[in-house]
C-alpha cells in the first residue's frame, strides 16, 4: 500500500503580474487558511507554494518554469500549484516541462484548489475550466485587511488589442453584481480597509443593475462606495479609453473620495498603430478624453502603458508617440517593447522591429516618461497633502503611506497608526517617493 501524502500544514502564495494576480493571490490565501492550513513566511520554509503567474509577455511567462526549478532545489519536498495566465494559457505544456508540479490551475477555476490538492495525493490535479458558476460565489467571505484593499469587480475582456492574451487567458468580460461587489466592500471595511481599490482588466467597461433595478456604470459603484461608513478613499484601474462615460468623468468632479489619478493606458501615440492594434480609439480621442477628465477635476494625475516595437513601427510612428506623451504630460507610466504571444494576431504580422531598435525607442520614452514623473513629484513639495498610512517605513517612526495621486509617502509620525488617514507638509520629492512630515502643532 502506497503512504498517501501528508496535508500540507502551511502555504506561501508568490504573485507575479498584475493588480488582478495580487488580489487573487489574497482569496488563494485566504482559502488555504480556511482549510486550515498557516501562512509560511516564505517559498522555502512552506508544504505547499502557489506560483500565481502573468503570461501578458514571454519574459513574464518564462519565469514560471525558473521559479519552478529554483523552489525544487531550495525546498524540494514542498508541493508545487501553478495558478494564474500561464496555467491558463499553457496548463499542458507546464505537466509536461515541469513533471515536480503537483496542480494546474487557471484564474476562474481557483475556488476548487482545496479538492485539486487533496485529488493531488493521488495524480497530477489540472484545472483550467472557465465554469459558468462564478468562483467568488465560492470562496470564503474577506477576512483581516490592510489599510488600502483591492476588489475585483469585472473581470475578462472582449476588447482582443491584437498583442495581448488577456482575452485568451482570462476569457470573456464579465461584471460581478451590484450587490455582491457591495457586500465584499463592507466586509472589507469590516476587515480594516479604509481605500477600496475597483479591479478589472477594464474596469470601466462594469454594468451591472443598482438596488433599485437601474442600469448602471462604474460610477454607480463609486458613489454607492462614497456611501458607505468607514471608506475613506476609492480608487478604480484600469481603464480602457473608449469605456470613460461621462458618469464616470462626472463623478471625477463631485466624490470627492474618489482620488484624483487615473491610469488609462494609450499604448502608442500613432493612429496607424493604433488601429494595427485594434485599439478603438485614435491619438484625438484619447487626447479629447484627457481633456474632459481633466476639465472635471484638474488636479488629476494621469497615468499610462505604453509598447513600443509594434510589428511595422516606424521611426516616425514612434516619434508620435514621444508626441503624445508630451501632449499629455504624465504622473507615472508602465513602458514596454513588443513581445509577440503565441495565438495573438500580431505575433502573425510582418515587420518586426529588431530588437535594439526597440531597446532605443524605450531608453528613449522611459527618459522622457522619468522626467515628467520627477517634474509631477516637485510639484508637491511645499504641499499640505492627505496620506493614508499603510505600512512601516525602514526606519522606526516612520510609516509608508500614498498620497492622493498614488505617491508613496514616507512620514515621520509619532502617535499616528496604520490606517489613519494624516495630513502631512511635503518636504521633498525623489523620483518615486516623497518625503513627509506632520505640520507643527499650532500652540494652544
Ligand atoms: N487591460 C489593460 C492592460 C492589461 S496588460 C489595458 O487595456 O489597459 C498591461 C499592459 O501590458 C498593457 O497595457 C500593455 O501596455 C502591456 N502589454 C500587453 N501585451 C503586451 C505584449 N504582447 N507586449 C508588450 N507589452 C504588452
Ligand atoms: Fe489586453 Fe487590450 Fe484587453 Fe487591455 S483592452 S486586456 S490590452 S486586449
Ligand atoms: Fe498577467 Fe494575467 Fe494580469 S497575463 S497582467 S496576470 S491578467
Known sequence: MTESPKKPKNYFVKSFGCQMNVYDSERMA?????????????????????????????????????????????????????????????????????????????????????????????????DTDMPPVSKFDALPKRSRQGASAFLTVQEGCDKFCTYCVVPYTRGAELSRSFAAVMDEARALVDGGAREITLLGQNVNAWTGSDDKGADVGLDALVRALDALPGVKRIRYTTSHPNDMTEGLIRAHAEVEKLMPYLH??????????????NRSHSRESYLRIIERVRAARPDIAISGDFIVGFPGETEAEFLDTLEIVRAVNYAQAYSFKYSPRPGTPAADMTGRVAAEVMEDRLARLQALLGDQQRAFNETTVGKRVDVLLERPGRRTGQLVGKSPWLQSVHVEVAGAAIGDLVTVDIVSAGPNSLAGILPAKVAA
Open 30 to 126: 485566504e482559502l488555504l487558511a480556511a482549510e486550515g492550513m498557516a501562512a509560511a513566511t516564505d517559498a522555502e520554509s512552506a508544504d505547499l507554494v502557489v506560483l500565481n503567474t502573468c503570461h501578458i509577455r514571454e519574459k513574464a511567462a518564462e519565469k514560471v518554469y525558473s521559479e519552478i526549478g529554483r523552489l525544487k532545489k531550495n525546498n524540494a519536498g514542498s508541493r508545487v500549484v501553478v495558478a494564474g495566465c500561464v496555467a491558463q494559457a499553457e496548463g499542458e505544456e507546464i505537466v509536461r516541462r515541469a513533471p515536480s508540479v503537483d496542480v494546474v490551475v487557471g484564474p476562474q477555476a481557483y475556488h476548487r484548489l482545496p479538492e485539486l490538492i487533496r485529488q493531488a495525493g493521488e495524480r497530477r490535479a489540472i
Open 264 to 277: 488609462l493606458p494609450v499604448q502608442s501615440g500613432n493612429d496607424r498603430v493604433l488601429k494595427a492594434m
